[in-house]
């Protein structure tokens, strides 16, 4: 049995930085990949970035390119993700998700709790 | 990139219906489409992986189909527990784009 377990809520001025983390268990690190999806209030989801098996290396979007960092702990089985420069337009809920790229396909299938972060001055 | 493309943004229908969602993404992806359920407050769930594999534990109600730029989710007999968001992502390559979601709402 897959689970993700999220940090708790946060709440965070313009300009600082967050770090979420997103503990696995019944799978490890070096089974899977975890990714980080992002919700803003009214908006859909959005995909933040991940480490990516056929490229190699963490992927990021471009949107949050120079602004966040995803790092795993393969020890303790936790993936984090790193918000910097924040402003308010990143109040979201950040949810992560391991990432499967397997023959069969790829595609996120668990899913943790998510992260409510509020920033607000 | 590739864009996705889902229509409609929100549709209202009733318990037993049958409702049809559809995705096009801009570049032609195979069959690397995945579709997802999301309820406010909760994690995102599964429904169907590569155009047309049902997750594990998913109901046979939910089905997929498409290739190429297009693709369909249909729900067979709406049930109230399907009254929700429902997204589609592109598999294919990085970055892993979504749809804009539609919201599947009571009549």
């Given at each position: 049995q897959v689970h993700l377990e999220?940090?708790?809520?946060?709440?965070?001025?313009?300009?600082?930085?967050?770090?979420?983390?997103?503990?696995?268990?019944?799978?490890?690190?070096?089974?899977?990949?975890?990714?980080?999806v992002r919700q803003a209030p009214g908006e859909g989801l959005e995909w933040m970035g991940g480490f990516d098996l056929e490229e190699g290396e963490t992927i990021y979007a471009q949107k949050f390119q120079g602004r966040v960092t995803i790092t795993e702990d393969t020890f303790t089985g936790t993936a984090y993700m790193?918000?910097?420069?924040?402003?308010?337009?990143?109040?979201?809920?950040?949810?992560?998700?391991?990432?499967?790229?397997?023959?069969?396909?790829?595609?996120?299938?668990?899913?943790?709790?998510?992260?409510?972060?509020?920033?607000?001055s | 990139d590739i864009q996705v493309t889902q229509s409609p943004s929100s549709l209202s229908a009733s318990v037993?219906?049958?409702?049809?969602?559809?995705?096009?993404?801009?570049?032609?992806?195979?069959?690397?489409?995945?579709?997802?359920?999301?309820?406010?407050?909760?994690?995102?769930?599964?429904?169907?992986?590569t155009a047309s594999y049902l997750q594990s534990?998913?109901?046979?109600?939910?089905s997929g189909s498409g290739s190429?730029?297009?693709?369909?989710?249909?729900?067979?007999?709406?049930?109230p527990d399907d009254f929700a968001y429902y997204y589609c992502q592109q598999g294919d390559s990085s970055p892993r784009t979504f749809g804009q979601g539609t919201k599947v709402e009571l009549k």
């Amino acid at each position: 049995q897959v689970h993700l377990e999220q940090s708790g809520a946060e709440v965070k001025k313009p300009g600082a930085s967050v770090k979420v983390s997103c503990k696995v268990s019944g799978h490890t690190l070096t089974e899977v990949s975890v990714h980080w999806v992002r919700q803003a209030p009214g908006e859909g989801l959005e995909w933040m970035g991940g480490f990516d098996l056929e490229e190699g290396e963490t992927i990021y979007a471009q949107k949050f390119q120079g602004r966040v960092t995803i790092t795993e702990d393969t020890f303790t089985g936790t993936a984090y993700m790193e918000l910097s420069s924040l402003r308010s337009q990143d109040t979201a809920v950040y949810y992560c998700a391991t990432h499967r790229e397997l023959l069969s396909g790829n595609y996120f299938d668990y899913w943790g709790q998510g992260t409510p972060v509020s920033v607000s001055s | 990139d590739i864009q996705v493309t889902q229509s409609p943004s929100s549709l209202s229908a009733s318990v037993g219906d049958r409702v049809i969602i559809t995705c096009r993404t801009s570049q032609t992806i195979g069959r690397h489409l995945n579709w997802y359920q999301h309820k406010p407050g909760k994690a995102p769930k599964l429904l169907i992986y590569t155009a047309s594999y049902l997750q594990s534990g998913v109901p046979s109600r939910f089905s997929g189909s498409g290739s190429g730029t297009d693709f369909t989710l249909t729900i067979s007999g709406l049930q109230p527990d399907d009254f929700a968001y429902y997204y589609c992502q592109q598999g294919d390559s990085s970055p892993r784009t979504f749809g804009q979601g539609t919201k599947v709402e009571l009549k």
